[in-house]
């Protein structure tokens, strides 16, 4: 049975960042990613990275004291504010580190990191490379991990490409390896470790509207919440306001740090009518803005009673050209407009997952040895709704905590010398795979997957009620009754990716069951989870985080208190 020290399983940037911190201890490692790691979901990141550069605007210094303000604030006082102070404090010098890695991000006329401005944000604070940051990132981090492999002589770091990770094995609380799949030829064999991180994005793919690769499924969460360890605020899902009308392909928040605007069918700038965006504008928080778009084509200014307009045309062509580039490519591949002169039909989407693996500011989880970074992991910097920039800055940040200290947990730990845990959950995952083969069932995979997808879109969405949570419980139950009735068109072993989505379709299940859960039992509205039954914030009550955790009769729901810190709750206004 191969052994590594750590298995990172996520090549993202989360993933990658925790691996060579990892490295930097001379630990032996395994990254496994189920696609090549350029192709993880932090390749599509546009608009930026924040960090509070010191960088001077209109006579003000940026700090990160202001930046962790901005934060608590924008998570509506649920982020753990010791976490978010740790984020602010790292952030400056993990931009610096991957600008010496050549990150090639874009410059002022000084030839500074330029930054932009986001939602919520008191001062321009996205760094960026264009409309492409995500891609400038990953790649950086993808040259220093093949830059290592090469200079290691002991294979210190050996990558699993296109492997999926199928279960974790814990034997008496302590996790001690994984049961992959080879995608390609289907083997399926454990791995020991003495540590494992979880770096496996976000859950969009629960919804049908989201602007989430179909990579971003609810299996990455699922897994060490089978195990064990809670999800954590789960019901609290962020919505972008600005989508591409049908494919809900995003169209960053950077259009409007460069100064677009959102027009009404009256051809308005409709944000001056509601109080709570009224000041910021364009550049309100996006939970702010997405209520604000529903609302006013509920009202009967959207177009075609569905969508807004995003204006870019006044940017001029040569601001679209240098800084959206990527933006004008998708309008014109995707809707066949130029948003040089033509307006975008946007609406809201899915877009990130503020919950996710419950663990704590050091990313351990409560099994020893099991540690979780990136937007899977909830520590929690974004509370009930994250700002724009602090996802990618969550991942490398957070990224290098979980490696060093997933490092410093083996080097300090005993070797594990038992392997007959990990071949008994060999065998186990071996006969579930093959009951799924061998299944007569009259279930097809994609049908329950479009059918929670629908649920998830309209009884989840921007706005809540219980008669409408509750139905929703009910169904997504009788889908996970029709999941034990599913039937694969093709069962050979190689290449089988009708049984990947099989794997993937039951972690998306129970994860979607888990945020349902805690929506519908969250009687409030903080953040991007509002309730039209409940529409105020109750700190009295709801000033707690939700852990879910999994039993073979459905979710259990438990709370546990927010890290406050120097920053008092109170209203949030804008
Ligand atoms: C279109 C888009 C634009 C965005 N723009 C921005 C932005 O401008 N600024 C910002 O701050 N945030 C942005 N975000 C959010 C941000 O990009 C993500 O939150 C972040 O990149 C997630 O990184 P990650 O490393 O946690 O996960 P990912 O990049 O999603 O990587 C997950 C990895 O886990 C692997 N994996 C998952 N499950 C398994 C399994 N079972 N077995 C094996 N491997 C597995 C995958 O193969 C992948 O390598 C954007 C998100 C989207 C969707």
């Known amino acids: 049975m191969k052994r590594y020290e750590v298995i990172v399983v996520g090549g993202g940037l989360a993933g990658l960042r925790a691996a060579i911190e990892i490295n930097r201890h001379n630990v032996k490692i395994a990254i496994i990613s189920k696609v090549h790691p350029l192709r993880s979901h932090s390749i599509a990141a546009q608009g930026g990275i924040n960090a509070p550069l010191g960088n001077h605007f209109r006579g ?20 753990d504010q010791d ?31 330029a930054q932009r401005p986001f939602g919520g944000a008191g001062f321009p604070r996205a760094c960026y490379a264009s409309d492409k940051t ?55 064999e454990a791995l020991q470790a003495g540590a494992v991180i979880f770096a496996t994005g976000g859950s969009g ?27 954590k605020d789960m019901e609290f899902i962020q919505f972008h306001p600005t989508t591409t009308l049908g494919k809900n392909i995003l169209i960053t928040e950077g259009c409007r740090g460069e100064g677009g605007f959102l027009l009404n069918n009256k051809g308005e700038r409709f944000l001056e009518k509601y109080d709570d965006s009224r000041k910021d504008m364009e550049i309100a928080p996006r939970d702010i803005i997405a209520r604000n778009i529903v609302r006013e084509i509920m009202a009967g200014y959207g177009y075609d009673d569905s969508y807004v307009f995003l204006d870019l045309r006044h940017l001029g062509r040569e601001k679209i050209l240098q800084r959206l580039p990527g933006i004008r490519d998708i309008c014109m591949e995707f809707i066949g407009i130029d948003p040089v002169d033509s307006l975008i039909p946007i609406k809201p989407g899915q877009h990130y997952t503020m919950g996710g693996i419950d663990c704590n500011i050091e990313c351990e989880t409560k099994i020893k040895g099991l540690y979780a970074a990136g937007e899977s992991a909830c520590i929690s910097v974004h509370g009930a709704n994250r700002l724009g920039g602090n996802s990618l800055l969550d991942t490398i940040v957070f990224g290098a905590i979980a490696g060093g200290n997933a490092a410093k947990y083996v080097q300090n730990s005993e070797r594990q010398k038992s392997e007959n845990r990990l071949n008994d959950v060999l065998k186990l995952t071996k006969r579930n795979i093959d009951k799924i083969g061998k299944s007569t069932g009259a279930e ?32 997504i139950k009788a889908l996970q009754e029709r ?27 129970d994860v979607a069951e888990a945020c349902l859960m805690g929506a519908l039992a969250r009687e409030e509205s903080r ?48």
């Not at 999941?483 to 299940?509: C, F, H, M, P």
């Open 444 to 475: 097809k995979p994609v049908t329950i997957k479009n059918e929670l997808n629908k649920i998830m879109d309209a009884k989840v969405g921007i706005f809540r009620n219980a008669p409408d949570l509750r139905v929703a419980v009910c169904e």
């Open 60 to 79: 003000i210094y940026d700090t990160w004291e202001k930046h962790a303000f901005d934060t608590v604030k924008g998570s509506d006082y649920l982020a």
């Open 83 to 113: 976490a978010v102070i740790r984020m602010t404090k790292d952030a400056a010098d993990r931009i610096y580190e991957l600008e010496h890695w050549g990150c090639p991000f874009s410059r002022t006329a000084e030839g500074r990191i």
């Open 205 to 231: 793919r629960i919804y049908g509207n989201t602007t989430n690769a179909l990579i971003n499924t609810g299996l990455g969460m699922a897994i060490p919440y089978w195990a064990g360890v809670p999800l």
């Open 483 to 509: 999941y034990r009735q599913i039937k694969l068109d093709y069962t050979g072993s190689r290449v089988n990716l009708g049984l990947v989505w099989a794997l993937e379709l039951k972690g998306n299940l």
């Open 527 to 574: 953040g991007a989870h509002f309730r039209t039954d409940f529409p105020g914030r109750d700190d009295t009550n709801w000033l707690k985080h939700t852990l879910s955790y999994f039993t073979e009769e459905g979710v259990r729901l438990d709370y546990a208190p927010v890290n406050i810190g120097p920053f008092v709750p109170k209203k949030r206004q804008y």
């Open 134 to 188: 995500g891609h400038a990132l990953l790649h950086t981090l993808y040259q220093q991990i093949i830059q290592l492999k090469h200079a290691s002589e002991r294979e210190e770091m050996v990558m699993y490409d296109e492997w999926l990770v199928t279960d974790l094995v814990i034997e008496e609380g302590v996790c001690v390896g994984v049961i992959v799949m080879d995608i390609i030829s289907g083997e399926i």
